[in-house]
């Protein structure tokens, strides 16, 4: 399987609000950006969103290395917490609703296909991809 590195983004003008998404995805030292957004979304949609739409451009499965700097996908995952939503029937430990059901939903299929790796990062905190990735972001939404 070829090795892929992925690096996403979401923001959000309000919270809901105007939001955006980047992602830059790099393999074998070539770059493609990617981007996208919502007129009325929350963060952690658009968060997620980059994520499941940086996967879905992968042709074939991969090894991924996806860096976020969202602790609500990574704990999620790396933490099993969206597969025990799953099996809750979407509702979280307290029972009450786990939020955006419809894109951890997505996701879990693609991560059927794909062997991800997520690793967290500290936002706004001088990573390069991550920085360039708030940028399109932002870019997207202030450009609606």
Known sequence: MKDIEIYTDGACSGNPGKGGWGAVLIYKGKEKEICGGNPD????????????EALKCLKEPCNVKLT?????????V??????????????????????????WQELIELLKIHNVEFVWVKGH?????????????V??????
């Not at 870019?139 to 609606?144: A, D, F, I, R, W």
């Open 78 to 103: 790396n933490k099993g917490w969206v597969y025990s939503w799953q099996r809750n029937a979407w509702r979280k430990a307290d029972k009450k609703p786990a939020l955006n059901a419809d894109l």
């Open 139 to 144: 870019n997207y939404y202030l450009n609606m």
């Open 68 to 76: 976020t700097d969202s602790k609500y996908v990574c704990d999620a």
């Open 41 to 52: 979304t929350t963060n952690n949609r658009m968060e997620l969103t980059a994520v499941i």
């Open 125 to 137: 905190n001088g990573h390069p991809y991550n920085e360039r990735c708030d940028r399109l972001a």
